[in-house]
């Protein structure tokens, strides 16, 4: 944990400065992407709002059709 301290001041010393206008991270143990930044720039802000939306989810007979023919699926076993 003593790290993770560490990461989240340099994270704020980062979206302080007035040359960085967009920060993206993913920490390694996380499966999400964190994704900062500065509303006075517009293509940083347009992107971050983008991002944001609610996406529909594949149906769940997609999501079993995918896995049936994933290469895992097809073992000769």
């Known amino acids: 944990m003593f790290h993770r301290f560490w990461i989240k001041l340099a994270i704020r010393i980062l979206m302080r ?3 960085i206008s967009m920060l993206a991270f993913k920490d390694r143990d ?3 992407v964190f994704i900062s930044a500065a509303p ?3 293509i940083a802000w347009a992107f971050l709002q ?3 939306e609610d996406q529909e989810p594949e149906p ?3 999501q079993l059709e995918r896995a049936f023919h994933s290469p895992d699926a097809e073992s000769d076993t």
């Open 17 to 19: 400065s007035n040359k």
């Open 30 to 32: 996380i499966d999400s």
């Open 50 to 52: 983008r991002s944001q």
């Open 60 to 62: 769940q007979w997609f």
């Open 40 to 42: 006075n720039d517009p």
